[in-house]
C-alpha cells in the first residue's frame, strides 16, 4: 500500500496531531455544527463501486476559510465473510484512519464527529474529499483483509445530509436497543478497546453489555465481534477474573488489564463508579457525568449541550479536567448509552444521584429511566443556578435530599467533637467553595502527614464597584 501519490504523508505516526482554530483551514461537523454523522453499512457486492468516492455538497477547494460545514461520511463495505455486526467496530476505524493523514484531526464518532483540515496540508494540495475517501479505502483494504471492496460518500450540504443524517440515527438506535438485552452477569468475557491511546495513552476502555464504550459507538456484541475478527488489533478480550467487589464492578481482569496497558500509570477500576477508582477517560466520550457538592448529587452534560452546565462550567473546560487517560474523581467520561444501565454509577447511589441533565439528555433517555425520578431531575429549562436546583429539589423531594439531613448531622457532630476536645495531630479540615463562592463541601484529611515549605493563607477581598 502506496500513498506517494497524496500532497501530504499518511501513516500512523501521526495520530494525536492537534489543529488549533488558528490553524484550521475548514472545520467539518464539530458542536457548532447541526447535522453530522459517519456510518459504515455492509453490502453485497453488486450493490457498490470498488474504489468509488462520491461527494454531496461543497468540495474542500469550494469551501471558505475558517468557515464550519457539517459533514457526512458513508463508507460501504463488502466481502465474503463480512457481517453486519462488523459495521460498528469497522466505522470507529474512520477516526483512527483519517487521523492518520498528516493535516487532519478527527474527534468522536457516530453523530458528534468532528474534523480539521490544516491551513498547511491545504496549501500542499489536499483540497478535494476525493482524496481523503481513497485514503479510506485504501486503509480499509490494507487493515482489514476481509474487506474486498469499498467506496465512500461525503456528504456537506445542510440539504443532502438531512435523509443519510436520519438513516443514520435509525441505526444508532436499533443497535442501542440490542445491547440493553443482556448484562455483565450474563457473560463470562469483557472486551477493551485502545483506538484512543494516541490521544490518551493511559487510557484504555473496558466494555461490557452494562458499559458501552465511552465513545458510545462499540457495545458488547460490536467488540465480541472485532476480537473476533482481528485477535490482534484495537480491540481485545479480558477475562473478567475474580470479582473483587460486585457493587463497585472491581474485576481482578480488568485491574490487570488497565495495569498493563496504562504502563504502570493506573492498576485499580471500579466499573460502576465515577468517584471511587473511576474509569479512566479518553476524549471522546458522548458526554461527563460531574459530581455537584453543593447538593450532593450528580449532573450530566453531554458535548453537544452548546451552554455552561448547571456548575457554571461548559462541556468543554470539564473535558479538559476529564480526559486524557486520566482518573478524575468527580469527572467521568460516559455514554449515552450508560445511562440508562442498571449498573450506572451504582457504587455512588446510581441513577437515584442524578439532579441535572440537558433537556435534550432527558428526552432521549427518559423513557429507559424510573417514571418516579424522571421529574425530579431538573434541566436548564428548570433552574439556571444551584440556588435555583437546590430549591427545584426539595420542591420535587428528590431522593438526594434525604442525604442532606445526614450531612448536616454528622457535621454537627464533627463541630461538637472539635469544640470539646483536642484535634487529633494529623487531622486537618478545610472548606471549598462552590461555583461563585456559594456551597462548597468540607474536606477533613486524618492521620495524614504533610510537608511544606510554606503555608500562605491569603484572604480574598470581594471587589468594589466601579465608580462611574
Known amino acids: 500500500m502506496s500513498f506517494s501519490d497524496m500532497p501530504v504523508d499518511v501513516g500512523p505516526v501521526y495520530e494525536g496531531e492537534r489543529i488549533r482554530a488558528k490553524q484550521m483551514y475548514v472545520e467539518l461537523g464539530g458542536p ?21 468516492v462520491l461527494i454531496h455538497g461543497p468540495d474542500l477547494k469550494d469551501m471558505k476559510e475558517g468557515e464550519r460545514y457539517p459533514i457526512g461520511i458513508l463508507v460501504e463495505v463488502a466481502g465474503p465473510e463480512l457481517e453486519v455486526d462488523l459495521e460498528a467496530v469497522f466505522e470507529r476505524r474512520v ?10 484531526m478527527h474527534l468522536n464518532q457516530r453523530y458528534t464527529n468532528w474534523m480539521r483540515l490544516s491551513k498547511s496540508a491545504y496549501e500542499k494540495g489536499f483540497n478535494s474529499l476525493n482524496l481523503l475517501g481513497t485514503i479510506l479505502i485504501r486503509l480499509y483494504k490494507a487493515e482489514l483483509p476481509i474487506i474486498k471492496q469499498a467506496q465512500v460518500t461525503f456528504y456537506t450540504d445542510p440539504k443532502d445530509i438531512i435523509k443519510p443524517y436520519e438513516m443514520a440515527l435509525e441505526i444508532y438506535n436499533k443497535r442501542d436497543e440490542r445491547a440493553r438485552t443482556i448484562h455483565d452477569e450474563d457473560v463470562d468475557m469483557f472486551y477493551g478497546c485502545v483506538l ?13 453489555p452494562d458499559r458501552t464504550s465511552l465513545c458510545g459507538s462499540i457495545n458488547w456484541f460490536d467488540a465480541r465481534a472485532a476480537a473476533k475478527v482481528d485477535p490482534k488489533g484495537p ?5 473478567p477474573g475474580k470479582c473483587l467487589n460486585e457493587e463497585a464492578g472491581e474485576f481482578t481482569g480488568v485491574n490487570e488489564m488497565i495495569k498493563k496497558r496504562s504502563l504502570g500509570e493506573i492498576d485499580r477500576i471500579y466499573l460502576y463508579s465515577g468517584m471511587e477508582f473511576p474509569h479512566t477517560s479518553c476524549g471522546c466520550f458522548e458526554a461527563i457525568d460531574f459530581y455537584i457538592p453543593e447538593v450532593n448529587g ?6 453537544n449541550y452548546p451552554d455552561v452546565a448547571i456548575n457554571g462550567l461548559p462541556f468543554s473546560a470539564m473535558a479538559n479536567q476529564t480526559g486524557g487517560g486520566k482518573q478524575m474523581p468527580g469527572f467521568n467520561g460516559v455514554s449515552i448509552q450508560y445511562i440508562v444501565s442498571p449498573k450506572y454509577q451504582a457504587y455512588d447511589g446510581g441513577i437515584e444521584t442524578v439532579v441535572w441533565m440537558p433537556k435534550t439528555v432527558k428526552d432521549r ?32 423531594n428528590h431522593p438526594i435530599v434525604e442525604t442532606w439531613v445526614e450531612m448536616e448531622e454528622e457535621e454537627e457532630e464533627e463541630e461538637y467533637a472539635e469544640e470539646g476536645a483536642m484535634v487529633p495531630m494529623g487531622t486537618i479540615g478545610m472548606t471549598i467553595p462552590g461555583v461563585g463562592g456559594a456551597g462548597g463541601f468540607k474536606i477533613i484529611l486524618k492521620n495524614c502527614k504533610i510537608h ?14 466601579k465608580k462611574k
Open 32 to 52: 457548532k455544527v447541526e447535522k453530522h454523522f459517519e456510518l459504515v453499512r455492509v453490502k453485497e457486492p453488486k450493490e457498490i463501486k470498488d474504489g468509488q
Open 95 to 104: 477516526h483512527e484512519f483519517c487521523n492518520f493523514v498528516n493535516g487532519i
Open 196 to 208: 484512543c491511546q494516541s490521544f490518551a495513552p493511559t487510557h484504555a476502555c473496558c466494555i461490557t
Open 235 to 239: 480491540i481485545f478480550e479480558i477475562p
Open 298 to 303: 450528580h449532573g450530566i452534560v453531554d458535548r
Open 365 to 396: 433517555v427518559g423513557e429507559f429511566l424510573p417514571p418516579e425520578l424522571l421529574p425530579k431531575i431538573a434541566t436548564e429549562e428548570e433552574v439556571k443556578d444551584l440556588n435555583q436546583l437546590k430549591e427545584f429539589l426539595k420542591e420535587k
Open 452 to 465: 511544606a515549605e510554606a503555608v500562605i493563607i491569603k484572604k480574598i477581598e470581594p471587589k468594589g464597584k
